[in-house]
């Protein structure tokens, strides 16, 4: 975990679009930097760690042969997924993420969002369209801690949090000497009783747990629903299947039945032709079939 003195109040990811934005999106996050430190809050800007790495080593997109399109995939996932995923998860205290159109183009901010979602690590997140709850993913939405319209109003939440929240106290929570910042609302609140001792994931301040209760118990569970339909509709399309299968074995069986049916004519037929024969060597040089009409003739012979 990366930690720096100068900057107790915890680490910050500044997550948004590069690929397409200009300048790899460098700007907003060396402006939002100065801000952060100003607060003691220590900015991790993956833009200017990638400019850093591209003086020293070259640039990155362009090493892999853009015909070599398996290189290219290798390329992204050991230099961009796994090396920014891992400062999202491993040394990040929280993300904030500008949401404007090269977020939209890209996946990496919607990743980062997600990971940092699935690691109980605070997402604050400044939209760039004023409508935020028709603009930004509701999915999006709902893997953030709280969202702003601009930056100013992000900074004055930043600086009204209590100093160190952000960082995981020794239980793993967000949280400082009973005071704790609710997962979903992103306000603080205390536990006045005693603290947390053991890791609660996600934190929730009272009123969020209020709401939380109602809306479980409001609707039933949409994860439980379809898994049972899903395990209704497969029994029923087994039994469907087999009530098939067995069908078409009756319908062979019926054709096997004639099959043999149609031999077992034909043998008698064969004895019975042979049992003419005998009795009418002269008749050797017609066909069979004209002397069908003697049958009845001929099972007496035979019989
Ligand atoms: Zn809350």
């Given at each position: ?28 996050r ?29 640039q ?5 042969d ?11 996932r ?14 990040s ?5 500008l949401?404007?159109?090269?977020v ?6 919607t ?9 109980d ?8 369209y ?13 893997e ?12 004055t939440?930043?600086?009204l ?26 306000d ?65 069986t ?6 043999i049916?149609?031999r077992?004519?034909a ?11 005998d009795?009418h ?12 009409d ?8 035979i019989?």
């Amino acid at each position: 975990m990366i930690s720096h003195k100068l900057y107790p109040r915890g680490s910050i990811y500044l997550s948004g679009g590069m690929q397409f934005a200009e300048n790899l999106g460098a700007d907003w996050r060396i402006k939002c930097s100065e801000r952060l430190q100003a607060m003691k809050y220590f900015p991790i800007d993956i833009a200017r760690m990638d400019k850093e790495y591209t003086k020293q080593y070259g640039q990155l997109y362009f090493i892999a042969d853009k015909q070599n399109h398996l290189q290219y995939k290798s390329n992204f996932r050991r230099h961009f997924i796994h090396a920014d995923v891992q400062l999202v998860i491993n040394d990040s205290d929280a993300l904030i993420v500008l949401y404007d159109e090269s977020v939209r183009r890209g996946a990496g901010t919607t990743s980062e969002v997600h990971e940092a979602y699935k690691n109980d690590i605070p997402v604050f997140l400044v939209s760039a369209y004023p409508d935020w709850q028709n603009e930004v993913p509701g999915w999006m939405q709902a893997e953030t801690t709280k969202v702003f319209t601009n930056f100013e109003s992000l900074y004055t939440y930043l600086e009204l949090l209590p100093f160190g929240i952000l960082k995981r106290d020794i239980y793993g929570n967000h949280g400082v000497k009973s005071q704790y910042l609710c997962s979903l609302c992103g306000d603080v609140f205390n536990k006045t009783k005693q603290h947390f001792v053991s890791k609660i994931s996600p934190t929730y301040c009272g009123d969020c747990v209020d709401l939380i209760t109602k809306t479980h118990e409001g609707h039933e569970d949409r994860y439980q629903f379809i898994l049972e339909v899903l395990e209704k509709e497969s029994i029923e399309e087994l039994n469907q299947v087999q009530i098939q299968a067995k069908d078409i074995q009756s319908r062979f069986t019926e054709m096997g039945k004639k099959v043999i049916m149609d031999r077992e004519a034909a043998n008698r037929r064969r004895i019975l032709d042979n049992a003419i024969r005998d009795q009418h060597p002269d008749w050797d040089d017609r066909d069979p079939a004209d002397i069908s009409d003697l049958e009845y003739f001929t099972t007496k012979v035979i019989t």
